[in-house]
Each structure stands twice: as C-alpha cells, then as structure tokens.
C-alpha cells in the first residue's frame, strides 16, 4: 500500500511521559522501553484547559526532543519557548545562525533568536550549545548583546561547547563565492557560512572553540585555512590573518566564561535526573543525508544529528516531537512538488507572514505534503506532532491535502523519492476538504475549533499515523491548542 495512502483508523497514540532509562550510575535498566506513566488527559470543570496543558507538559519524558519535519520554518520556537518553561536544560546540536526562530515572552515581547536556544527566556534554564553546532562569535556576542538589554541575563546560563566549530567572517564570502561559480544552478543557501564551516570540519583543517585556549595552534591553524581559500578563490579572497588573531584573542576573553564540555554537562543532567529538551535548527527535508541534496543544509537536523551534535545516546530520549505547518513553505532553490504559485501562493505568504527570519527572504508557500511529512515520521520516529499556524488556512473555501506522488508513467511511489529529476515531475494526488472560513485565533480547546478544522487535522493524523497532539491557532504562547479528544 502506497506510504501516504495509508488506510484511515491505523492512527496510534502513544505517550512520551518520563521513563527510567538508567540507574543512578548511568547503567541501562532491564524493563521494556516502552513502560511509561500515562499523560493526564482528562479535563473537568475544576481544570481549565490551560491547567491541562500545564500539567501535560510537566508529564512529558526527561529527555524531549522537538524538530523540525519540513523545509524548516515551521514554528518549532513557540513550541520550545512553551515546554522550555518545564525544562531544566535546552540545547540545540546542529546548524548555525542560519536558523531563526521567532519567540514571544509571557508578555507578548517578541525575540528573534539564531544561535540562542529559545529556552533563554525560562529564567531558571540553562542553554547548550553543543558541539555540533557552528558558531560565529560576532553574530553570538550581538545576540547576548540584545538579550541583555531587554533585561534577559545569559551568563552563567549559556554554555558553548569547547568541541563547536568555529564559523569566521570569511567563511560567508567563500559561501558568496561558491554561489557565484554555481552560476544557473545556485543552491540558495543564507550565505551565512554554514556550508563552509561544516566543509572544514568534514576535512578535518576546522577549526574548533577550544582552539582558543591555545594561542599558537590557533594562529597556526588560521594560517592554513586561509591559505588554503586564497589558493582556492585566487584573485577574489584575501584575510589579515595577524588582525584576525587578535581580534579573536579579545573574543575568547569575551566567551571565555561560557565555554565548557557540553557533552559532559548534558549527560551529568541526564545522570542527575535533571529534565533536558532539545531544539532542533532547520529541519529533516533539509537534512544533508535525506533532504532534497544538494538544496539543504549542511548538517544533519534528523533526531541522528541531534545525538551526534549533543553526545547524548538514543536510548535516552523518550519524547520525539515532529513540528509541521498546517501546509508548507520552503526557503532557497529545489524541488517542491506541493508548491503554489499565482494568488493563491501570494494569499497564504501574506496571511501567514512568510519572509524568513534570518534572510527577510520571501518563502515559497504550497499545501502539505504528506508524502513528505511521512518520510520525516519514518526517519525520525516521532511520538507526537505539533500541527502550527492553522488560523493561516482560516481564509481559504477549500483546503488540499498532498497525499500521493505519481511517477510520469502512472505509477503510484512508495516512498520519497531521492531522485530530483523525478521528484520534479511528479504529479501530486490531492485530497481537498472544506475550509472553516472563520477565525480560529482566539481558540484554545480542542472544542473550540469547527467541526471542519478538526476534520483536517483529524485527516493529517490517519495519514501519517501519528497524533497530532498539539495546534497551533497563533503567534503567542497562548495561542497553542491541546487535542484532548
């Protein structure tokens, strides 16, 4: 049976409450992975739906992780700022200030984050950023830099893993520069410098945050790495290496009291019992190994990334959230089978603010693919899915739904294709259901909702077999439904 045409009823719930993983030791206990406390569920007259969902996420499992299950953008922030709050640690593991995540505080504030972890506004939160993560320092010293002065204290709070690589200035004018060699077939990266950071670290010359603490072998390193562009960009790329240096002699003095072994801090919260949730950056279509390569990222933000970049095993997490729009959007080149195009494309872009955090880039907007989104649940094993921005589709007669991928001879797929040349000729078969044409942004039960926009999610749920556990109806962190049907 065709993956996305699966039959309805095959949806099953499960709970991402704590587990036991180890005793106090770290040493695996003997029960079966699956024994779990129940998520509270019920709700009376004396528990509102707020105190509910209050206690829901006070339930979920020690270790949660929340990703991203489309082209990225999808409003994994809200849902991390929300659970951030029951959290102990946040962390994020991969990606660098390419990611933007748009976040607002109890008062309505917003905060646009892009190496921050958006658990910074949870006071009483420490924030990792591990070591598969890139940082540039300008960029992470001006975002600390905003956060204090709104009054959000980082120090003491933020620890940058001494194993992160370092991303330089220069390597945004590489990224240019490879762009411009790719002439008609540019992949439409944020010209941030991810890809050449992460080529680096993949050819082993990388450079790394703990390098700082040796002025030689950094000024050594430095050398060799822009050696190294000069040759490759001859003509079109030149660095003060002497000047570099000392600037980053003043920047370690700056980061020096937020470095430390983020992959033994973490692990120590993990030992102590300490609640840890993960944040994902950018999202698995984009994912190096099973996005639409080469139009991705250059890391891994698949739940393998997430071990890899924090040091934390598998068996650890108990919770795997999958957060994806109520339809979608893409940033950058590359094919995108459920696009829309004309005024329909400008209708949802405008309704659902569509313009890239980290680049003010236009996003591409289309329906949802469930083809795709069920290759994100395979490779990720999601327990839950958060469904965000539902309101956007308030405005539309009628809503479509990608439920199937036909090959140019008429053939069904069974899967997401990794061919880019079929994935462009597809044919997409489509499910259309009735929209609700009303506005949805004051809901905050699952009651609340029309009958239709239920039926929607409802349909999103016995595709992809997984529930659909919350929905978002808005910006702010109220504006977050739990279905407690």
Same mark, same amino acid.
């Given at each position: 049976?065709?993956? @996305?045409?699966?039959?309805?009823?095959?949806?099953?719930?499960?709970?991402?409450?704590?587990?036991?993983?180890?005793?106090?030791? =770290?040493?695996?206990?003997?029960?079966?992975?699956?024994?779990?406390?129940?998520?509270?569920? +019920?709700?009376?007259?004396?528990?509102?739906?707020?105190?509910?969902?209050?206690?829901?996420?006070?339930?979920?499992?020690?270790?949660?992780?929340?990703?991203?299950?489309?082209?990225?953008?999808?409003?994994?922030?809200?849902?991390?700022?929300?659970?951030?709050?029951?959290?102990?640690?946040?962390?994020?593991?991969?990606?660098?200030?390419?990611?933007?995540?748009?976040?607002?505080?109890?008062?309505?504030?917003?905060?646009?984050?892009?190496?921050?972890?958006?658990?910074?506004?949870?006071?009483? @939160?420490?924030? *990792?950023?591990?070591?598969?993560?890139?940082?540039?320092?300008?960029?992470?010293?001006?975002?600390?830099?905003?956060?204090?002065?709104?009054?959000?204290?980082?120090?003491?709070?933020?620890?940058?893993?001494?194993?992160?690589?370092?991303?330089?200035? &220069?390597?945004?004018?590489?990224?240019?520069?490879?762009?411009?060699?790719? +002439?008609?077939?540019?992949?439409?990266?944020?010209?941030?410098?991810?890809?050449?950071?992460?080529?680096?670290?993949?050819?082993?010359?990388?450079?790394?945050?703990?390098?700082?603490?040796?002025?030689?072998?950094?000024?050594?390193?430095?050398?060799?790495?822009?050696?190294?562009?000069?040759?490759?960009?001859?003509?079109? &790329?030149?660095?003060?290496?002497?000047? !570099?240096?000392?600037?980053?002699?003043?920047?370690?003095?700056?980061?020096?009291?937020?470095?430390?072994?983020?992959?033994?801090?973490?692990?120590?919260?993990?030992?102590?019992?300490?609640? *840890?949730?993960?944040?994902?950056?950018?999202?698995?279509?984009?994912?190096?190994?099973?996005?639409?390569?080469?139009?991705?990222?250059?890391?891994?933000?698949?739940?393998?990334?997430?071990?890899?970049?924090?040091?934390?095993?598998?068996?650890?997490?108990?919770? *795997?959230?999958?957060?994806?729009?109520?339809?979608?959007?893409?940033?950058?080149?590359?094919?995108?089978?459920?696009?829309? &195009?004309?005024?329909?494309?400008?209708?949802?872009?405008?309704?659902?603010?569509?313009?890239?955090?980290?680049?003010?880039?236009?996003?591409?907007?289309?329906?949802?693919?469930?083809?795709?989104?069920?290759?994100?649940?395979?490779?990720?094993?999601?327990?839950?899915?958060?469904?965000?921005?539902?309101?956007?589709?308030?405005?539309?007669?009628?809503?479509?739904?990608?439920?199937?991928?036909?090959?140019?001879? =008429?053939?069904?797929?069974?899967? &997401?294709?990794?061919?880019?040349?079929?994935?462009?000729?597809? !044919?997409?078969?489509?499910?259309?259901?009735? $929209?609700?044409?009303?506005?949805?942004?004051?809901?905050?039960?699952?009651?609340?909702?029309?009958?239709?926009?239920?039926?929607?999610?409802?349909?999103?749920?016995?595709?992809? $077999?997984?529930?659909?556990?919350? *929905?978002?109806?808005?910006?702010?962190?109220?504006?977050?439904?739990?279905?407690?049907?």
């Amino acid at each position: 049976m065709p993956m @996305a045409l699966q039959a309805p009823g095959t949806l099953q719930k499960r709970s991402c409450a704590p587990r036991r993983t180890s005793d106090a030791r =770290g040493n695996p206990w003997k029960t079966p992975r699956r024994v779990v406390r129940a998520v509270p569920r +019920a709700q009376t007259a004396e528990r509102t739906a707020a105190q509910a969902q209050e206690e829901e996420f006070e339930a979920l499992a020690q270790v949660c992780a929340v990703l991203g299950s489309q082209w990225g953008d999808e409003g994994k922030g809200k849902l991390v700022d929300v659970l951030a709050q029951k959290y102990d640690v946040v962390a994020r593991g991969q990606g660098g200030a390419n990611a933007g995540h748009t976040i607002y505080d109890s008062e309505g504030n917003q905060y646009k984050l892009h190496l921050m972890p958006s658990g910074i506004l949870n006071p009483d @939160a420490q924030c *990792i950023i591990g070591n598969g993560v890139v940082v540039n320092l300008p960029s992470l010293f001006d975002e600390i830099k905003g956060l204090e002065q709104r009054g959000v204290h980082c120090e003491g709070r933020v620890l940058v893993s001494d194993r992160a690589h370092l991303l330089f200035d &220069f390597h945004k004018e590489v990224d240019g520069l490879r762009e411009e060699e790719l +002439a008609g077939k540019k992949i439409g990266t944020t010209k941030r410098g991810i890809g050449p950071c992460y080529s680096n670290k993949a050819i082993r010359n990388g450079i790394r945050v703990g390098d700082l603490n040796h002025p030689d072998v950094f000024a050594e390193k430095l050398t060799r790495l822009v050696d190294e562009n000069r040759k490759r960009f001859a003509g079109s &790329f030149d660095l003060d290496v002497e000047a !570099e240096v000392v600037a980053y002699k003043q920047y370690f003095e700056q980061l020096r009291p937020y470095i430390g072994d983020s992959v033994h801090v973490i692990n120590q919260a993990f030992r102590e019992g300490k609640r *840890i949730l993960v944040e994902g950056a950018n999202a698995t279509m984009l994912d190096l190994d099973f996005g639409t390569y080469p139009y991705v990222t250059s890391s891994n933000p698949s739940i393998g990334g997430v071990c890899t970049g924090l040091g934390l095993s598998p068996n650890k997490f108990g919770c *795997i959230i999958g957060v994806a729009k109520a339809y979608t959007t893409r940033v950058g080149e590359g094919p995108y089978p459920t696009e829309l &195009f004309g005024e329909m494309a400008e209708r949802v872009r405008e309704e659902g603010g569509e313009y890239g955090t980290t680049t003010g880039r236009p996003r591409r907007c289309g329906w949802l693919d469930v083809v795709a989104l069920n290759y994100a649940c395979t490779i990720n094993g999601f327990t839950h899915l958060n469904i965000t921005k539902l309101d956007v589709l308030s405005v539309l007669d009628e809503i479509k739904l990608g439920v199937a991928y036909k090959a140019p001879n =008429g053939d069904v797929l069974s899967a &997401f294709p990794s061919d880019l040349t079929l994935l462009e000729e597809v !044919e997409v078969v489509y499910e259309t259901l009735p $929209g609700w044409k009303s506005d949805i942004s004051k809901c905050r039960t699952w009651s609340d909702l029309p009958a239709t926009a239920q039926a929607y999610v409802r349909r999103i749920e016995e595709l992809t $077999g997984v529930e659909c556990r919350w *929905i978002g109806v808005g910006p702010g962190r109220e504006a977050l439904i739990t279905k407690d049907e």
